[in-house]
């Protein structure tokens, strides 16, 4: 169970990377 929780864990750091990531992608295209 520990694996899958840390799995999930990782998985949150990425998306909320991503999502700072589109987003400062998106405010140097205006």
């Known amino acids: 169970m520990q694996t899958a929780r840390s799995t999930v864990?990782?998985?949150?750091v990425i998306l909320s990377e991503a999502k700072d990531l589109l987003s400062s992608i998106a405010s140097n295209m205006d």
Not at 9 to 12: A, F, M, P, Q, S
């Open 9 to 12: 864990l990782n998985g949150i």
